[in-house]
Structure formats: C-alpha cells, structure tokens
C-alpha cells in the first residue's frame, strides 16, 4: 500500500492505538484495524479476507441466493472504477439510486474508491425532486436500477442538469444511449488486463468531500451532508468496540441504503470487518428471506421491531399461550443462570420467524420502546438501540453487547474518541446534545450559514434534547424544533407523549402537537390518533368501531390512566381519530408542521 500517504496513516494508526489503549470499560473489543479511507479499507479487507462471502443476493425472483467473495467483489469494483474514468468521470459527482442490491454497493465503492465524488439519491423521491438534487450536486453521471431508467433519461435529455451519462445496474430492458453495469466491467476488466492502473493507483484525499448525501428532514428541506472518507473511516473503527463484529456474522440488509444508517452500519461496517451482506427483496419478503439465509446481524427502524412485537404477540393470544409464554420466559431467564435454557425448545415458532443464526437486533434512526428491546433480549437475542445523525456519518452512541451493561432506556454510550456535551440545560439537566469527533460532516453542501448554525469550535449541535449521566450515556427527551412551549414557559416534548400513547393497544400511530384554544387563549395538548382496528374491534365489537365517537371513549379511557401521572401543563387536552396516514418524509417519519397532519 505504498501509495497511502504518511498523515493519514499515522492519523489512522491514532485512532487504533488509542482505541486499543483505552481505559474506558465499555470498550470491550479492541481489534479494530487502521483504515485511512474507504478504497484502503476495502483493498486490505480483500486482502484478509478474500474467500469470505461479501454479498449474498437473488439476481432473478425464483433462484437461490448467490454468493459473491470478497475477491470477485474486488475485481467488479476495480473493473467498474477503470470504466467510469475511462468514460472521462475521473473528479466528477456521479449519482448513485435503486433498490438495495450487490449493483448498487458496486457502483458506491467504485465511485468512492478512486472515481470521483458518490451522490446516494433517495429512490422515494419524486422526479422534479431528484433532477433538482442532481442540479444542485452538478451531477454528471447516474446509476440507476432499471425502475428509474425512463425518469433519468428524461432528466438527461431536459438539459436542465450536467447529466451526460446513464448506467442501468439490472433488468433486461435496452434503452438508447445508456450503458450497462454489466457492459461497463466487462470493458473496465479488458483496461485493467491491458495495464490500466487509473483506478487501482488512484489517490484518495482522505480529508474532502468524498460523499454528497441530501437529508430527508420533517421540514421538507433537503440539505447536503458532505462527507469525507476520514468522517466515514472514523465511525468504522470507533463503533465495533463496544458492539462486536465477526468475519462469520451475516447482515440482513433491509433498510434504505442510501441512508447513512444502512450505508455506514450495514453496509461498510460489514465489509470492514469481513462479514456478509444478505439483500432482502423488499419488506413483504423479510420473513421468507431471514429464512433463507438465516443472518445474524439485523439493523432495523423501531417501526419493523414494534410490528414483529405485535405479530408475535398477537399470535400468542391466537393461540392462547400468552401465560404460558410469559411462564416459560420468567422460567428460563431463572434457569439460564444454571446453563439451562428452556425457550428455545418450548418457544421455537417465535425464533423460527428470525432464522436459526439471529444473534443481534439494532434499532436505530429514533427511539424505541425499551420494553420491546427487553423482550427481544429475554428471547436471548442481543437487542440494543444507537444513536446517530447524517451529519455524524452518522454514529454518535450504541448500547453495548453485553447484559450487564446495556441501557436500553438511554440511546448509547458515547462512542470512544468522541465527546458530548449539553448546552443550556434546564433545571433538569435537560439541554441540546452536542458532539464531538472525527465523523462529523465537513459541512452543508453550498450553506455556510446553515453550517455556522450547527458547528461550532467543532461541536456539532444535533438539534436533539435530553441529557448525559454520569458514564457518557446518552439519554433523548425529544427534538428541540419540535417542542411545544406552554403558557407557563415549560417545554412540553411531544415525542415522550407519543412513546406513552404507543403503549396503548388500541394506538397504530400517533402524532402530538400544540393547538391554539380560543376560549382560555393557551396552548392545549391534542393526541392525532391512527387506531389499531383490529385491537378496537376486540374491545368493543365491529359495530361499535365503525363509530368514532366510541373509538375515542375507549381512547380516553387510556389517555385517563397517562394523564394522572403527568404534570398539568402536559396533559392531553384532546383527542383526534384519524383514518388517513400521515404525511411522512421518505424516511417515513410524520411531519409535524404540515397543517394535513393536524386535522381535528
């Protein structure tokens, strides 16, 4: 590796060293290598680890999965790098969208790893969306899954971006003036057999902007997080000491890639650390696929654990084994002490949902109910929740692996090399959280004011609420943009009602928010409610539900029991029963400020 230069080697090295030496005793495992950018990264896991399985993928609906060493995956990645230089894209911003697959990762690494400047679009997006983003990023390339083929041949053919050339990653449709993932290693491989070394001799700039990635915030307004390799290299070290990663795990990729939660944890993290990547083929399919290829790693949102709570609890009660469960698990967790354990053999349709391997659970992207981590562990899963921000690459906290230390009321403990502080608490303690390290961005792409706004002497104001105890334990109240200010000046956080309410059966999902009362002139507390019908008919009869005068009785009748434990300035005030989804981003959280979402 002659052509890595010293400063971000021994800035790499850094980080080992003082990984390896901390005193810190969460920091379990101390055997992360020295990576000083993502090309290094995934050359020196080549190397290691050549043999193993990096990706499992269906290419075609009926077949098996196939599997793909880090070797070939190597040699795709150098062909398909050499191709897009050799088509004069050396420097530039090449765009990156489509469904998660082992073409995309592709297309990722061989942009990253020595082309230019990778650009993950969010395939949610409306079409004048996307040619705005590739307008604003001077986008000159895109790769594409063939379900966008039509929609970027039109923004090509606009002349309204710098989009010149076109790559489909899959299908067998033929378009005109469009290349093909497969056509482009072909050709990068014949460069590489006759002696072309631009991209495998390639200089990476370990400090600039490699990454381009645009957010998806409840506002509306995309910002661009711009990345560098240094950013993304940190997070990969830092996080696998506290939660371990083995050559033998194999993650199950279901979420959103172009998400840094995905892109970062459960697509880098994996390949760093010799692992595989298992490709779900869309959310219908996650249970017929964890058992295929029974994982061991899965990283999901809150929203897919609550709904595989609910279905495996409601099936208990189908069956009427909810006692027994509850015995068999009370049991156990007694038993285990003795090295006996019970729930496998008398709890076996549940794990059969997950596969035979499944070993750890993460929750991220918001919080999590802890009852719902503290039954998957009583399972005998590990099952933990982290914190992270784009703008931190996005990690910044994660619960430990071991029972002993995990907190799952609290989002993480402070990942190690970094910092975190609260500025302008109140008298609870309770302030913005800031953070500190190595993965935070550069910068908003083309916003100096934005930027000057969330960094300052290096910290990063995450917008967030809540507080640190005394081990670097990162505990969230709520978003501070989203807070409601009541008459008395209290801060009311809508997010720690919501969590109160999902506890009730009969709540699907819901929103809170701040209205204006005309009569008293203050700020009450109203609950938009989605129900849960099937829950709401099991209380009070299909008839019954179909009128929502009953549904918000039975409402009230819980949202009673809640408000008895708060103060008066967070009671809720009223109740609206709502049918219709709410308006969400693509990353499927609600959006509070549209006025759609606060109908009464």
């Known amino acids: 590796m002659s052509n890595i230069n010293t400063e971000k080697m021994i800035w790499a090295q850094k980080v080992a060293d003082d990984l390896k030496n901390s005193t810190d005793k969460y920091v379990v495992y101390k055997t992360s290598r020295p990576i000083c950018d993502i090309k290094h990264m995934f050359t020196t896991s080549a190397e290691l680890y050549a043999d193993n399985v ?32 050799a088509r004069g894209l050396k420097g530039k911003r090449i765009a990156v969208i489509g469904e998660n697959c082992y073409q995309w990762a592709t297309s990722y690494l061989a942009v990253i790893c020595g082309t230019g400047v990778v650009v993950p679009l969010d395939k949610e997006l409306g079409a004048n969306e996307l040619k705005q983003l590739c307008k604003e990023a001077e986008v000159s390339a895109v790769m594409f899954t063939e379900k966008y083929a039509r929609e970027f041949e039109e923004i090509r053919d606009s002349g309204e971006t710098d989009i010149d050339i076109l790559v489909k990653l899959n299908g067998n449709k033929e378009f005109d003036g469009m290349y093909t993932w497969s056509g482009m290693i072909e050709e990068g491989k014949k460069l590489v057999a006759d002696g072309n070394r631009e991209f495998i001799d390639a200089e990476i700039v370990y400090d600039e902007m490699s990454e381009l990635l645009f957010t998806s915030g409840t506002t509306g307004i995309a910002k661009g997080v711009m990345l560098s390799h240094k950013n993304i290299c940190f997070d990969l070290m830092i996080a696998p000491t506290i939660l371990n990663v083995n050559t033998w795990d194999i993650f199950f990729s279901v979420l959103p890639i172009h998400h840094t939660y995905e892109g970062t944890a459960g697509f880098l993290m994996p390949l760093y650390k010799g692992a595989a990547i298992a490709y779900c083929e869309g959310l219908k399919y996650i249970v017929k696929n964890l058992s295929e290829v029974n994982p061991t790693m899965f990283l999901g949102v809150p929203a897919i654990f609550e709904v595989l709570y609910k279905t495996i609890w409601k099936n208990i009660r189908k069956q009427g084994k909810e ?15 003795f090295g006996l354990n019970l729930k496998r053999k008398l709890l076996k349709d549940i794990y059969k949902v997950f596969g035979t391997r499944m070993k750890v659970l993460i929750s991220g992207g918001a919080a999590i109910d802890p009852a719902i981590l503290d039954f998957f562990n009583d399972l005998g899963f590990i099952a933990v929740q982290g914190y992270g921000l784009s703008e931190c690459a996005p990690m910044g906290a994660l619960n430990p692996d071991q029972r002993k230390y995990m907190r799952n009321s609290s989002v993480g403990h402070c990942l190690p090399g970094m910092e975190v502080k609260i500025e302008d608490k109140d008298e609870d303690g309770i302030g913005e959280i800031c953070l500190k390290g190595d993965n935070v961005m550069l910068g908003y792409y083309k916003n100096p004011e934005a930027t000057a706004e969330v960094i300052r002497d290096g910290w990063f104001y995450t917008g967030d609420q809540g507080y640190v105890d005394d081990e670097d334990f990162i505990y969230i109240t709520g978003r501070k943009k989203n807070v409601i200010i009541a008459s008395n000046g209290k801060n009311v956080f809508p997010e720690e009602l919501e969590y109160m309410l999902s506890k009730i059966p009969y709540v699907a999902e819901s929103m809170v928010w701040g209205a204006d009362d005309e009569r008293s002139k203050d700020i009450v507390i109203v609950a938009s409610v989605i129900p849960d019908m099937e829950e709401v008919e099991g209380a009070i009869g299909a008839e019954k539900a179909k009128d929502d005068e009953a549904v918000r009785d039975l409402l009230w009748k819980e949202v009673d029991r809640i408000n008895e434990e708060l103060p008066m300035f967070k009671k809720i005030k009223k109740i609206s029963v709502r049918h219709e989804e709410f308006e969400k981003n693509t990353s499927k959280k609600i959006k509070r400020f549209v006025e759609s979402n606060k109908k009464m």
């Open 54 to 85: 990096a990706f499992m993928q269906k290419f075609a609906k009926d077949e098996p999965y196939t599997s793909i060493t880090y070797r070939e995956a190597l040699e795709t990645v150098s062909a398909l790098g050499t191709a897009l230089i």
């Open 323 to 337: 006692n027994l469960v509850k015995k068999v698990m009370s049991v156990s967790n007694f038993t285990e002490k």
